[in-house]
């Protein structure tokens, strides 16, 4: 019945949730182990269970972490599924999303695969955007604020070069600031999933990060109304019925003002879950960890997990 907490050899920070999330699973007498998924010494056929949590190196590693996710869900009842974690691991999602009728934070998506080189000023004025407050480059796959600047709007021909430098190696992604995100923070709005049935449990607010900039959480709050069926809209659009396949997802969104609010992110791989600002929340999260230590095994040979 052993559940490992899926983590990676050589994190890049600390975990704010671990201490107190494996300390109340062990209280309430679930097996739990913190283990890497990129240590190759690990038999993950002894687990009955692995719960994705802080594997914030996978997009450096994308093809390598996809390749774990698809093995190791042969052999256990992986959370989340590998399913939704191939989804969520490239951000054009978002593009999806809008194109679903989400309001995201204005994007504009290019491949590393262009033949022309990108003019970040025709991109500008294609999409018509007011960059007073500068623009925001970052990888389309990415985890921790990795690679992700800001430029004033006096700092183009730096942007422009450190745009080449990206699709050098990767996608990315190119947004105007939103002034409202400096102003107010970006709300992260937490669901879980406690295998009978998710919901909304709490929020916290987050400060702008860039780069090697370290989480800054403003406060934990209530969840608006607004939010809430905000939220709601954008996991039953993504998702729909599956939603109940999940364990967790965190629901990051902006206030544009008069805009309304933005999508910035849907996460469903490896978000912070801020456990320790909301204790029911802990305790439904231990609950779905109870259900997949205690997991019945029914694929036939050579079926993987949902």
């Keep these: 019945m052993r559940v490992a907490i899926v983590t990676c050899t050589n994190i890049p920070e600390k975990d704010a ?13 679930i097996p739990a182990s913190l283990v890497a998924w990129d240590d190759a010494r690990v038999d993950w056929t002894t687990f009955r269970g692995a719960i994705i949590r802080s594997t914030w190196n996978y997009h450096q590693h994308l093809a390598r972490f996809l390749d774990w996710v698809s093995h190791t869900s042969t052999v256990l009842k992986l959370m989340n599924p590998a399913w939704a974690v191939r989804a969520n ?25 262009e033949n022309a080189r990108p003019d970040l000023r025709r991109i500008i004025s ?76 709490h929020k916290v607010t987050k400060l702008p990060r860039f780069g090697d900039d370290q989480e800054a959480v403003v406060a934990a709050a209530d969840i608006t109304d607004s939010e809430r069926a905000f939220a709601e809209r954008v996991l039953d659009v993504e998702l729909g019925e599956r939603r109940n396949e999940l364990m967790y997802a965190r629901i990051d969104v902006i206030d544009a003002g008069k805009d309304g609010l933005r999508l910035s992110e849907l ?17 439904r999260f231990v609950q779905a960890a109870g259900r997949v230590a205690h997991f019945e095994e029914r694929r036939q040979p050579g079926e993987t997990w949902p």
Excluded at 267 to 283: G, N, T
């Design 17 to 29: 949730d671990e201490d107190l999330m494996l300390q109340a699973l062990r209280q309430a007498g």
């Design 267 to 283: 996460e469903l791989i490896e978000p912070s879950l801020y456990l320790s600002h909301c204790e029911p929340a802990l305790r």
């Design 89 to 113: 691991a490239h951000k054009s999602y978002l593009a999806r999303l809008q194109g679903r009728g989400i309001p995201i934070v204005p994007t504009a998506w290019v491949s590393r695969h």
């Design 126 to 201: 294609e999409q018509s955007w007011n960059t007073d407050d500068g623009i925001v480059i970052k990888p389309s796959v990415s985890a921790s604020s990795f690679k992700t600047r800001r430029f004033h709007a006096s700092e183009l021909e730096a942007a422009q070069g450190f745009l080449e430098e990206l699709l050098q190696e990767r996608d990315a992604m190119v947004q105007p600031y939103l002034r409202h995100f400096a102003e107010g923070g970006e709300s992260a709005l937490v669901w879980l999933n406690d295998g009978e049935g998710g919901e909304l449990t």
